[in-house]
């Protein structure tokens, strides 16, 4: 079956700093791969997709690279901000299914 | 557009009792799903619907009921409350055209049940 498994938290950065957060993935087939975003005491909304492989998504500064070779979908920003602060969460779906696997999220806390 | 709804946001309810979880979708979307999140536990499926008529289970259906007499709401049901059932629900939606798993997901504000 499907999986998901990213790095655990919290992780507490100060701003301007790079973050990586960590995604690892299983699937049957050529998954379509995407990082959601939680801000505090809102639901989830889409920060980048990728859905195929070398694919390379982007989208407030942050970006994700699709490695089949290494099945990882790893978070990238260069320099973080305050308003970056928020859950991160990596998941994937099948092709012919569009069930979403999410790992268990990460939180992300930037001070000033 | 007002996107995907929930209702309502907050709900404290006693073991045994039932209530439902409002879900609506003004986005013409085909496809409908109920989540719970859980500290640690990422985001599980409970049950999802493909279209108006059809519904079927995810990961976590037990305790659970849900309906999909219009394509614009998906109503979940607790028939029992349970205190496991304490949780932040999120309903979700995206176009759904079968084949297609690039399609994006948008996702209610949540719901914060708790059962005591």
């Known amino acids: 079956g499907n999986s998901v498994t990213q790095m655990e938290g919290p992780v507490t950065l100060s701003e301007e700093a790079f973050l990586t957060i960590n995604c690892t993935y299983t699937a049957t087939g050529y998954p379509s791969l995407f990082w959601y975003v939680q801000y505090p005491g809102e639901g989830l909304q889409l920060l980048l997709k990728a859905t195929k492989a070398d694919d390379k998504g982007s989208n407030k500064g942050f970006e994700a690279t699709y490695r089949k070779e290494t099945t990882s979908f790893h978070l990238e920003k260069g320099s973080v901000q305050v308003s970056d602060s928020a859950v991160y969460f990596c998941?994937?779906?099948?092709?012919?299914?569009?069930?979403?696997?999410f790992g268990t999220g990460t939180r992300l806390t930037i001070i000033p | 557009n007002a996107g995907v709804t929930q209702t309502p946001k907050f709900q404290v309810l006693k073991t045994g009792q039932s209530m439902t979880l409002q879900c609506a979708q003004d986005?013409?979307?085909?496809?409908m799903s109920w989540y719970r999140q859980d500290p640690g536990m990422g985001l599980r499926l409970i049950h999802y619907s493909v279209g108006a008529g059809i519904t079927d289970q995810g990961e976590v259906p037990n305790g659970y009921n849900v309906s999909r007499s219009t394509t614009e709401d998906f109503p979940l049901r607790l028939l029992s409350a349970a205190p496991s059932q304490t949780s932040v629900y999120f309903c979700?939606?995206?176009?759904?055209?079968?084949?297609?798993?690039?399609?994006?997901?948008?996702f209610g504000p949540g719901t914060r049940l708790t059962v005591l």
């Open positions: 979700a939606s995206s176009l759904g055209q079968g084949v297609l798993s690039t399609d994006t997901q948008y």
């Open positions: 998941a994937l779906s099948s092709f012919g299914n569009e069930k979403l696997t």
């Open positions: 986005m013409n979307h085909e496809y």
